[in-house]
Structure formats: structure tokens, C-alpha cells
């Protein structure tokens, strides 16, 4: 285990070039005294590791020191040929590459090792669509791309949410899925942002270069992002009892429904299930879905917005 981890130690600082014993310690799950230990042991054995203090210091290696030691167990081969999503890798018009270079990989693999990643395309398949799944028109996605990868500003018209159109003069920092869905992370000025790239209705590709924040890290960005976004949505809570032959589809009725908790069941056999929306009209449109088998205990003004809905269905279809 410890002589994987020296390796991998060198893998790290001979891509990276400099790394501190923070950094190390977190890529590798360990603690910091442990790659202070390895450091030791590293030097000990001869490999040139050198220590710089200060702003921007850490471990490195010295200049042009390179290992060979590229040796790829088991678990590593069936990790690299454990089936990708190819829809990503379309978009971003990397299909060809991605099988060339696997082709390429598996070569120089044992005879051994080729047939564990045979195993591998044999058990294991990822679908990473999901049962909600939608084919969003990107456009503009190719021009985003290039102005990703040549650093250059990029003028946008863009739609938002609510149909609001809006034109933004930004510097791309990166594209990230969210399952299906591609957004552009750029920055306007100071401001750093996420944009759908199916609302891009226009991208024109700039000549000026990308302002891009030193310190940018696009992982821990879209990690704060999504943190803040979810903890800002809307909510509205319901209470409801829920029939026992409803129970089974409760996590399908609707998409927008998340379930907080459910309760044991009362003396008719009855579930009581605490439930959260975005909006009343979406608890409505959920609760309506269910019928009869499905009573809204709290809060007493959804209880009134069913009635008259229910009314309202049933004029509807009395009437004609």
C-alpha cells in the first residue's frame, strides 16, 4: 500500500510540478505527517524531492528528474476501460479520440490484463441519462467550445429562465454536465456565472484574450454554485395521508416532488408523508395526480385550492 502511494506521489508531482503536503495529503486520503514520512523515505531512496517555503512553495521534484515507473495494477486497467459516457464525449466531438486512445492503451496491456478489460465491457455498463432525459438544442456549443480551449472572450445573447432576453460580453472559464445538460461557466468583470447553453441563442467568438481569475478552480466553483443554488430554491412544505396502494408510486407522481419523510401508517392503513415543493401550484398539480388516494393534511389553503381545482375538472368535463 505504501509503495503504491510513493508512486503515486511521484506520478503527482512529476504532472503537477509542485504540490504541498496539504494538497498531497487530500489527493491521497492520508494525513500530512504521513506524506512528510514519504518524503523522508522518497529521499531516502534517492529520488531528488526538494521543499520550497513560502508563497506558492511546496514539494517538487528537480528540474528534468522523470520516472518510469508507470506500472498500472488491476484495479487501475478495469478503472480506465470502465465504460464512459459517449453522449459527452460526442458533444465535445472527442468520440474518436477516446476509442483511439483506448485502442491504443489496451496494445500495450499484457495479454493477461487485456482479458480483465474484456471483463470489464463484459459486466459492467453505465447509463448515465437517467429516466428524465432531454435533447436540448446547443447550437452554439462548438463556438463556446473553441472560445473554452483559445482562452477568448465570447459576446452572448441569452434567454433566460423567465423568457427575459439579455446580451453579456464574457471570458469562458469552463464547461461543465449536469447530467444531460451543459452549462458555460464565464465571467463578467468580477462576477462569475453559470449559463444554460441551450438558452444561448448567439455566440460570437472575440478577438480580445479571457480574463481569467488566477485562482479559478472550475470543480470547487460549480461545488459552491450548486450548494448555493439548492439552498436557495423555493419551498413549500405539504403534509399528506397516502392510500397503501398509492404508496409504490409516490416517488413517480411527480418530477418536481421531494420527499422530507415518511411516517408509519394509522389505524386505516394510511401513510402520513411530509413532502416539499418549489411552488403550491406544483404541490397542487402533484396531489390532484393521486385522486382519491391521496388526502392533503397541511397546509389548509392547499386543501382549498384542490377543491376548487377538482370542481373546475369536473365542470369541465360535465359540461360538454
Not at 177 to 191: F, H, Q, R
Not at 234 to 251: D, G, K, N, Q, T
Not at 259 to 287: H, M, N, P, Q
Request: proline residues 4%.
Amino acid at each position: 500500500m505504501r509503495a503504491d502511494r510513493l508512486l503515486s506521489i511521484l506520478m503527482l508531482l512529476q504532472v503537477h510540478s509542485r504540490l504541498t503536503a496539504r494538497e498531497l495529503a487530500e489527493r491521497l486520503e492520508v494525513s500530512e505527517r504521513t506524506i512528510l514520512r514519504d518524503m523522508e523515505a522518497l529521499s531516502s531512496a534517492g529520488v531528488p524531492v526538494v521543499a520550497e517555503r513560502g508563497k506558492g512553495g511546496g514539494w517538487g521534484l528537480l528540474d528534468d528528474y522523470q520516472t518510469r515507473l508507470t506500472g498500472l495494477n488491476l484495479t487501475e486497467i478495469q478503472a480506465l476501460f470502465l465504460p464512459k459516457p459517449t453522449h459527452f464525449l460526442a458533444d465535445l466531438g472527442w468520440s474518436q479520440a477516446f476509442e483511439a486512445a483506448l485502442l491504443k492503451l489496451l496494445a500495450a496491456l499484457p495479454a493477461a490484463n487485456r482479458q480483465q478489460v474484456e471483463k470489464v465491457n463484459e459486466r459492467i455498463h453505465v447509463d448515465p441519462t437517467g429516466w428524465h432525459h432531454w435533447n436540448e438544442e446547443m447550437a452554439a456549443f462548438p463556438i463556446l467550445q473553441t472560445a473554452v480551449w483559445q482562452e477568448r472572450q465570447v459576446h452572448l445573447n441569452y434567454k433566460r429562465g423567465n423568457g427575459q432576453q439579455v446580451e453579456r460580453l464574457v471570458s469562458p472559464l469552463g464547461l461543465v454536465a449536469k447530467g444531460s445538460i451543459w452549462y458555460l461557466v464565464a465571467a463578467a468583470g468580477a462576477e462569475v456565472r453559470s449559463y444554460r447553453i441551450s438558452r444561448v441563442q448567439d455566440a460570437t467568438l472575440m478577438d480580445a484574450p479571457c480574463d481569467r481569475p488566477a485562482d479559478f478552480n472550475l470543480a470547487d466553483y460549480w461545488q459552491q454554485s450548486t450548494a448555493e443554488f439548492k439552498a436557495n430554491l423555493p419551498s413549500y412544505r405539504v403534509i399528506v395521508r397516502v392510500a397503501p396502494e398509492a404508496m409504490a408510486w409516490l416517488r413517480y407522481g411527480g418530477y418536481f416532488a421531494r420527499i422530507d419523510r415518511i411516517d408509519s401508517r394509522d389505524k386505516d392503513g394510511w401513510t402520513s408523508v411530509s413532502l416539499r415543493f418549489d411552488v403550491e401550484t406544483a404541490a397542487c398539480a402533484y396531489v390532484l395526480g393521486f385522486g382519491a388516494q391521496m388526502e392533503v393534511i397541511e397546509p389548509l389553503e392547499l386543501r382549498d385550492r384542490i377543491v376548487e381545482a377538482a370542481k373546475a375538472t369536473v365542470t369541465l368535463y360535465t359540461s360538454r
